[in-house]
């Protein structure tokens, strides 16, 4: 149980692209989801956390604008990273959990590795 | 605020053999504490956790970790591991009423045959 599924895993675009990433809860229903972007042999750095049906909250650093983040469901929250430029690309990784207090362990998809060329 | 200190950035462990990669935490509220494990190009998945009760806890594939409040710890041990067992390890910790983990720098564990 407790699956997430992130989509696509691997996207490679052009410069100035925006590019859609996806994040499921496929059997659980999802009542926050957490954006996290990883650098190469780095630790995970948390970008925003998103509840369903309100706007997401960003960390300290990261620009709401150029990171757009959608929780339309309880089961579907999206990623859009706008303009993307070379400095961008990285791994990108979603987490669901479906329940709030911190004592619930949140669920990761697979990542989504983003090229930008 | 609390934070989460991986020490060892990589463990090198011969097939078969134990291991214990250690985790330290700091936080001036009750937590809860993660480990998980990371495979090349994948997302992370849950070994254990702890919440509350007994402080020694078993996860998957054969790993368990001890949560010693006094030192602040939370290490994770395996009495012998397998090449499977090659990933990146993290630690990770969150706290009652906020759902966001903090994590550590991560463990790279290699197995040599």
């Known amino acids: 149980g407790a699956v997430v599924s992130q989509h696509p895993s691997w996207v490679i675009c052009k410069s100035g692209t925006s590019v859609k990433i996806e994040c499921r809860s496929l059997?659980?229903?999802?009542?926050?989801m957490f954006w996290y972007r990883q650098f190469p042999k780095q630790s995970l750095m948390l970008m925003a956390t998103?509840?369903?049906?309100?706007?997401?909250?960003?960390e300290q650093g990261v620009e709401k604008d150029k990171f757009l983040i959608n929780h339309a469901s309880l089961t579907l929250s999206t990623l859009t990273v706008t303009s993307a430029h070379p400095e961008d690309s990285s791994f990108y990784i979603c987490?669901?959990?479906?329940?709030?207090?911190?004592?619930?362990?949140?669920?990761f998809g697979d990542g989504t590795r983003l090229s930008i060329l | 605020a609390q934070s989460v200190t991986q020490l060892d950035s990589q463990v090198p462990v011969f097939e078969e053999a134990p291991v214990e990669l250690r985790c330290n935490y700091s936080?001036?509220?009750?937590?809860?504490l993660f480990w998980y494990v990371q495979y090349p190009n994948q997302g992370l998945q849950l070994l254990l956790k702890?919440?509350?009760?007994?402080?020694l806890v078993k996860g998957i594939n054969g790993f368990e970790a001890e949560f010693n409040k006094s030192q602040t710890s939370f290490h994770l041990r395996k009495p012998s591991v397998h090449i499977s067992d090659t990933a990146e390890y993290f630690c990770?910790?969150?706290?009652?009423?906020?759902?966001?983990?903090?994590f550590g720098t991560g463990t790279r564990l290699t197995i040599i045959p």
């Open positions: 987490s669901a959990t479906p329940g709030a207090g911190g004592n619930q362990p949140q669920h």
């Open positions: 059997d659980f229903q999802a009542t926050t």
């Open positions: 998103s509840n369903e049906g309100s706007k997401a909250t960003y």
């Open positions: 936080s001036s509220v009750s937590v809860y």
């Open positions: 702890y919440l509350s009760g007994s402080t």
């Open positions: 990770a910790v969150s706290s009652r009423g906020n759902e966001k983990l903090t």
